[in-house]
């Protein structure tokens, strides 16, 4: 045999292909365990999701699972069209730095310089800080008296004056919370500037440049073909999701896609397309807040984009909720590693299932549930304790002990067993890291929760005293009867009470059943959820709850 050398040119050049063909090699297996990851999550028979994986410019998988239209029996497609609930912020987001690239704007102006209603106090509200979420504006999804107006077609003088009145939630800059409203100003904003509804806007300056076919601005009346129902899971199984008009969603939630026009939004917006390079580079860039306790705390968000991590590596990101339908589009810039998952299955965790298909893809190891570190009761109770919340004035994280078990609730929210995974370090069981801090003296003085996205806030430990649980009553068991049925939260979302045997349950459309327990015969509290409910009883028999969540008094009428 004779002995072939290579010139040092072609044999570093040779050299220099390797790790592509590797990795191309191994794409079939990655491709395929993808698939077997997102047939798991989506069941033939069960509301689905549209999928398309993007890798080093190449389409390695493009496929529907589930269903599409339960009562006519369709699967999903990849050509069909989803809403795409807050992934709409992103092209929100685009159009306003395009304004100002333009010169008709700057992301300094406040918000009163196009809204002298919007004056919040006095306090200045800028452009840049509505499109970060460190506005404060209060988030009108978030508020009570939203919700028995879902159906309601609203104008933009109605949707600005379901929070315009409130006050800031902190003073702008100084902390960060997501706020849909902000999203809903800014659409204002470009409907000011432009002199053209925000609909047409969207549609002429980036749908149809880009190709974008199958995009639109939604209308609930509309015909669209290709278009998926959306659903919720309730007490009886698998129902329509309620309606919601979309005029409310509006510049923060109101777009409809396809898997394919996301993928070329992803590619064109990467690519300096859309918007600058300059412009582009400050959308992927986290905000850092100024002022307050949180001071210098990075965001992990930019402008209409999240910045997070999978397996280490950098990540563009956003997700997107609106009702029936949940998606994502995450990439990971520095291997070109495109996911879109858009899906009308809202009872799955697509942000978790997107990172997964992309460990996939990069061939990295899903990271297990680290194994629990056995820690004794006197060490667990080094934590227990009230933790004031920053992001929220008079909410409180409550951390106590059950046994061996530490447990976390915030006001209003779920109790969260926690899992001790090293020094002052826990996990939920959903991966986010709860981490503690101590003080010169050694003792606790701060919790930090880091849910992936969003700042990792600092939580700062009181001399409060945790309130006593709950007490349960032994009341008779024939009380129970009279309280079963469905009572109507809001339209089309439903409280469902049903009894086992001498037991109380409760069940929100689209959530899990949670058992009641009696304080009295008409009062019940949930273990798992900070919440309560009172029943209303005439002639012995309720005829409305109010649910009591959050510092809210949610009343709900008994249906027929």
Not at 330 to 353: A, F, K, T, W
Not at 529 to 557: M, T
Request: hydrophobic share 40%.
């Amino acid at each position: 045999m004779r002995r072939t050398v290579l010139p040092l040119s072609l044999l570093l050049a040779t050299l220099a292909t390797l790790p592509a063909a590797a990795s191309k090699a191994k794409a079939p297996e990655a491709v395929a365990a993808a698939e077997r990851l997102l047939a798991a999550a989506y069941p033939a028979d069960a509301p689905g999701a549209a999928v398309l994986v993007k890798w080093r410019g190449e389409v390695v998988l493009r496929r529907g699972y589930g269903m599409a239209q339960m009562d006519l029996g369709i699967p999903v497609a990849p050509e069909q069209v989803f809403e795409i609930g807050s992934v709409t912020k992103q092209f929100t987001a685009s159009l306003v730095l395009r304004l100002a690239e333009q010169g008709k704007l700057a992301l300094s102006d406040p918000i009163t310089k196009f809204f002298p209603q919007m004056s919040f106090g006095g306090a200045t509200v800028t452009l840049e800080q509505l499109l970060s979420h460190t506005s404060g504006v209060p988030n009108y999804t978030d508020m009570p008296e939203w919700i028995p107006r879902w159906r309601e077609d609203m104008s933009r003088e109605t949707l600005f004056a379901l929070f315009e009145d409130k006050p800031l939630d902190f003073p702008p800059g100084t902390l960060w919370n997501y706020s849909n409203s902000g999203f809903i100003l800014l659409g204002g904003v470009i409907e000011k500037v432009t002199g053209k509804s925000y609909e047409e806007v969207v549609e002429s300056e980036l749908f149809a440049p880009l190709g974008m076919k199958s995009s639109r601005y939604g209308h609930q009346e509309e015909i669209v073909r290709g278009r998926v129902a959306g659903y919720v899971k309730g007490p009886e199984g698998w129902a329509n999701a309620p309606y919601l008009s979309l005029t409310q969603p509006f510049s923060a939630g109101s777009l409809m896609s396809t898997v394919d026009d996301l993928a070329r939004w992803s590619d064109a917006l990467e690519r300096g397309k859309v918007i600058s390079p300059a412009s582009r580079d400050r959308m992927f860039t986290s905000g850092v807040l100024r002022g307050g306790d949180q001071d210098g705390i990075a965001t992990r968000y930019g402008l209409g984009n999240a910045m997070t991590e999978v397996a280490g590596r950098p990540t563009h990101e956003h997700g997107g909720g609106i009702h029936g339908f949940t998606c994502d589009l995450l990439r990971v810039p520095g291997d070109d590693l495109l996911v879109v998952i858009l899906s009308n299955n809202p009872m799955q965790d697509v942000h978790e299932l997107a990172h997964r298909v992309a460990e996939s893809i990069l061939g990295v190891p899903h990271k297990a549930t680290p194994a629990a570190l056995g820690l004794s009761a006197a060490e667990l109770d080094a934590y227990v304790g009230v933790y004031l919340v920053p992001e929220r004035s008079g909410v409180r994280r409550i951390v106590s002990r059950d046994g061996e078990t530490l447990r976390l609730q915030r006001t209003g929210g779920d109790l969260h067993p926690l899992l001790a995974v090293g020094p002052d370090a826990f996990e939920i069981a959903d991966g986010t890291a709860i981490r503690f801090a101590r003080g010169g003296d050694g003792k606790v003085t701060a919790l930090l929760v880091d849910q992936g996205v969003g700042p990792v806030y600092r939580s700062l430990r009181t001399d409060e005293a945790a309130p006593p649980p709950l007490k349960e009553v032994a009341i008779d068991p024939a009380a129970l009867g009279p309280l079963v049925g469905v009572y109507a939260l809001a339209p089309g979302f439903d409280i469902a009470v049903t009894r086992e045997g001498d037991h109380l349950f409760a069940q929100a459309t689209g959530q899990e059943r949670l058992e009641l327990f009696p304080e009295s015969p008409s009062r019940f509290f949930f273990k798992l959820v900070d919440a309560q409910i009172d029943f209303v009883l005439e002639g012995g028999r309720a005829v409305s709850l109010v649910l009591h969540q959050g510092g809210r008094n949610l009343p709900a009428p008994r249906k027929p």
